[in-house]
């Protein structure tokens, strides 16, 4: 019987560890009317540029893409300080750029990105992503 | 040696030996019934049987256990130094399913040790009939190439530090993992254009095209990337500016 469940448990662990990197949300989330695809990289180099490249793909009905790009500098454990703000906007079906900002002092930086895309498809697509980095 | 001289446990052993002797004499060995219990005959069997499984087990385990075993950790050594281009990237990308989209995204410890910027610039092989490459730009997190046919028709690569989160739109669509001959591939299908996310371990690499191209052309694509030697590259990309397409 002690065996019995021991390999029962060993099992289940063995499962556990194969399926652990496929997460399911079941969460809802807003889908998107507008949007077929962003993808955005941030990163600080050594030198204390700050690197954001964005890319938006939308559809044949896309209008407008909007970034806007936060940075902000923790100051004290949880708080955060707006560094800059910088924003672009396109009239077309897809966007894709890079942006260095030079930042003057070291420390941990977070950037926020946001999409705002727009088109027939339907309401605006708001899509956010955060990223922290450290000069 | 008479009683007299034999000491106190030279006595009590003769003692047991005489009360030994009479219990053979009173209870012969061989007029002895023994009649063993129902329980006690079925203990007996479940005992004989258990010892006997065992040495089946062992003997099996002796005889093809080991080499199979060494088959199996043998397959594991071998598959991990294969050459490269034909091994798959130890970081794989990860993926969240919500209702309505798809996120992908690495382990930071799986991409630790990618470089900071793009280094090595990669392109693709092959690309149909028909595709020229239009434009090209080449910065410090991507590098993004397009080619285009006469019928307007596009293939772009984005090339991307490895760090990248990306989000694919899910709602109507069709999305699956998919494996070309080198890589571990995320497909998303929908109406007009298909969408693919796939990565080495340095880089994040997402290919968009029409979806009048077919998945088997499209994975002979993936399979072209190869890398081209950042210096014999252009300055700056021909074409139009960075948006549409």
Redesign the interface.
């Known amino acids: 019987m002690k065996e019995k469940m021991s390999f029962i448990v060993a099992i289940m662990m063995i499962f556990a560890m194969i399926f652990s990197?496929?997460?399911?949300?079941t969460?809802?989330?807003?889908?998107?009317n507008n949007?077929?695809?962003?993808?955005?990289?941030?990163?600080i180099?050594d030198d204390g540029t700050a690197?954001v490249?964005v890319?938006c793909?939308g559809?044949?009905f896309t209008t407008r893409?909007t970034v806007s790009i936060r940075i902000e500098k923790r100051s004290f454990l949880f708080f955060w300080n707006e560094v800059l703000v910088d924003s672009h906007t396109?009239r077309?079906?897809?966007?894709?750029?890079?942006f260095?900002y030079q930042l003057e002092d070291k420390g941990t930086y977070r950037c926020t990105v946001t999409y705002s895309v727009s088109g027939s498809g339907g309401a605006d697509d708001t899509?956010s992503?955060e990223?922290t980095d450290t000069y | 040696m008479d009683e007299k001289a034999m000491s106190g446990r030279d006595k009590l052993e003769e003692a047991f030996r005489r009360y030994e002797l009479s219990l053979d004499e009173k209870y012969p060995p061989a007029d002895v019934a023994f009649e063993a219990s129902d329980d006690f005959e079925e203990f007996i069997e479940n005992l004989r049987k258990k010892l006997d499984k065992k040495e089946r087990c062992c003997k099996f385990y002796k005889a093809f256990g080991k080499r199979i075993v060494a088959a199996v950790v043998a397959f594991f050594i071998i598959g991990g130094v294969t050459v490269y281009a034909f091994r798959e990237p130890v970081a794989e990308f990860l993926t969240k399913v919500y209702d309505k989209f798809v996120e992908i995204f690495f382990n930071p410890d799986d991409i630790s040790e990618a470089p900071k910027e793009i280094e090595t610039v990669y392109t693709l092989g092959y690309v149909p009939e028909g595709y020229e490459l239009v434009w090209r730009s080449v910065d410090k997190l991507s590098v993004l190439s397009i080619w285009k046919n006469e019928q307007g028709e596009v293939i772009k690569l984005e090339q991307r530090h490895i760090k990248l989160n990306t989000k694919l739109d899910n709602e109507e669509v069709v999305f699956e993992i998919i494996y070309s001959n080198r890589y571990r591939v995320a497909v998303k299908e929908i109406d007009e254009k298909k969408t693919f996310v796939w990565n080495t371990d340095e880089y994040a690499f997402v290919l968009i095209g029409t979806e009048e191209l077919s998945e088997g052309i499209f994975i002979d694509i993936i399979d072209s990337l190869r890398m081209i030697d950042i210096n014999s590259l252009p300055q700056e990309g021909e074409g139009g500016p960075r948006s549409g397409g």
């Open positions: 990197t496929l997460v399911s949300a969460e809802v989330m807003p889908y998107y949007t077929s695809y962003t993808g955005t990289n941030f990163a180099t690197i490249a890319s793909d559809y044949s893409i396109v077309d079906t897809s966007y894709y750029n890079e260095e899509i992503q990223f």
